[in-house]
């Protein structure tokens, strides 16, 4: 079985960056828009990317460029504003006491009375839809130029006041349902291009996320996903181009980056209605970390908790604790339901490389597969290595124990 890298990515989007979200949207389903960068690609293989819509089955998969970059603009938007729609439908009318409905009542039954002003009705309904300042302080000046009495002001301040109570509580609840959350998840499989891997394709790494969602967040609901065959890798910055051209005497070319997914998830439970991804996350995790024979104790040593409100009891090193540990189990997870099917096994810190190394790897990239420094065969080499090193170090402490005896 080939060792090599793999590249496995959970990316978050709260409340305060769908607009992040709606890029990546954009990147994934190949629109190109005014104002963005545009997308790096072969153009003859985007024939080969495929999409497929709310977590159906591969029979359902269909070529991306089958639909017009309207219809996925439009369905961008409306991703965006799922969550966003549901959230505002369920706000029910602000209830008032029944002294303040009185107020109300009567008030505004008096204005209607005493006052026959078309124009003040006009700004009197558009401050009751909306009481902002701005529709407040309108309504004032004009109902001054009426020279009215004293008893009318005072209804009218009577009215103002309710509708200014009625907009407070209805902001608050606004702004309870806007406080910054996870609203959506994207799940990345990568396997770049250099380590010559043919026969695991974008569209198995697409149906893999799709299922190891569906075993393990299966609450939530999947958006959508696209497998890309297409893309490509710009390693140097188009201002250094030139200068690597003239330097090699020869045409500078993009590499291909590599058969990769995107899957996007809604982080909304379907069940409960909240937004507890961080939640089933945790549990998967502290699921997992039991398997391996840890202790209760370790495991909320190591990652912390969440308690009976579903509040996260973390430090920030317990959260990058469970980040590292979901990235062990998804890595044992696409190795056994995908890759050891293929004869790959992706390691985990592969791509850990330094700067030097990096470098390396770019200059050895016009050197044939066994003449590189680093590929899947080195590696090979530096696990028996490590592995024969292990078993030294093993035998070294039985001995030292047996000497203590």
Known sequence: MRNGSAYLSTIIYTTKKLAKLAKSL??????????????????????????????????????LNEMTQETYLDYIDTVIKTNQNKEIGKLKPVKLSKSDSNKRYKSLKYLREKIEDKEFHELLEKFANEPHRVN??????YFETLNTKKTIRNNLDKYIEVIEKVGK??????????????????????????????????????????DFFRRH?????????VSHNDELHMSKKPENIEKWEKEHNQKYEQKESGYHSHLFINTKNKETGEFDYYIQQHLLVVEYLKSKGFSD?????????????????????????????????????????????KNYNAVLGFNDFTITQKQEIEKNKRLSINNRQFNGRSLDIELEKQRKQE????????????IDK
């Open 169 to 210: 509580a209805q902001e608050r609840r606004e702004a309870k349902l806007s406080v910054d959350k996870v609203e959506f998840v994207e799940f990345v499989v990568k396997i770049p291009f250099e380590n010559n891997i043919d026969d695991i394709s974008s569209e198995d790494m697409l149906l893999y996320s799709q």
């Open 391 to 402: 078993l030294i170090e093993e035998i070294e402490q039985l001995e030292e124990q047996e």
């Open 297 to 341: 104790e370790i495991i909320k040593k190591d990652v912390g908790y969440i308690d009976e409100k579903g509040v996260r009891k973390q430090t920030l090193t317990q959260i990058k604790n469970q980040g590292k540990n979901l990235q062990e189990f998804i890595y044992e997870d696409i190795n056994k339901h995908l890759f050891h099917k």
């Open 136 to 141: 407040r302080n309108n309504l004032i000046v």
């Open 217 to 225: 967040f299966k609450n939530y609901d999947i958006v959508v996903g």
């Open 26 to 63: 954009r990147h994934s389903l190949r629109v190109e828009i005014d104002g963005e960068s545009s997308i790096s690609y072969k153009r003859e293989k985007e024939n080969l990317n495929k999409i497929l819509f709310n977590g159906k089955s591969e029979d359902f998969l269909q070529n």
